[in-house]
């Protein structure tokens, strides 16, 4: 990127209230067939017109063309049945009703490609897609078949390569895959979750990310982050070993988060995707709060190296704070810009 301190969201943006129900995860959509494919479209056009009105950098789809970060992606898989449900904990933290693994996990088809081909022909700026991660999507599953967390991530991993090197052909320059499982599973992750990551990424010639948050502003989420004490040190377990894989950019969640900044230090050398911007709150930060935390950041990253960024998705947002949030990421990074390059 030839920007300095180049903005980006992290994932999800909020969708029209046209398509699906606003201020809501797993929103189902409001239109079917034809109507819903030429929606989606409409509202890939919105986002992106919000994030251009915004002044952000690298773009996204905002994830309007899918209900859930991780299951419409396993939702065009084979293998999984999503009749059979059974009650599992996510991360550790919250029961849900989730598919069964019944079969050799395969893809059909491409899942994303055809959005991404479509967001191409709309913009001449970088554009970032978002997929989920191989150890998030164990996380969202029963499995019965392969009865291995590590296998089944395994073969997820094959899946996605094949998927992330479509979208790259298809004209995406950044591949990011979402892990928040990677804050939970240490042990996991330094087993097997970090080398699955990068057979994802493997042979891509664009860059790639990945994204390790606290997730959405879900109750859960947020009882679950009370309960971590004064200080946020989950990064500290797994950083180490990310600073040695072959993933680009580390995406890590700073606005009013209990993060020590200086766990940046962990991953010198690689580009951090900070996030400036609290998704669990309504509230618009000022351009100077977004600024405050990226000048932090400088302290443990390079500015050639520093990406300003949203702490997670804004589905769940209320549009008009979600755009206030993207104008103020913009406005607090061009601040830091300016200082840099004075
Ligand atoms: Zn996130």
Redesign the pocket.
Known sequence: MKTLLPTST??SLPKPSWLAEPETLWSPWKLEGEELTEGKQDALRLTLDDQDRAGIDIVSDGEQTRQHFVTTFIEHLSGVDFENRQTIKIRNRYDASVPSVVGAVTREKPVFVEDARFLRTLTKKPIKWALPGPMTMIDTLYDGYYKSREKLAWEFAGILNKEARELEAAGVDIIQF?E?AFNVFFEEVNDWGIAALEKAAEGLKCETAV?I????GIKANIDWKNALGAEWRQYEEIFPKLQSSSLDIISL?CQNSRVPMDLIELVRGKKVMVGAIDVATHTIETPEKVADVLRKALRFAEADKLYPST???MAPLPRHVASGKLRALSAGAAIVREELTR
């Open positions: 992290a994932g979402d928040p994204h948050c606290y997730g959405y969640e702490n997670c998705g």
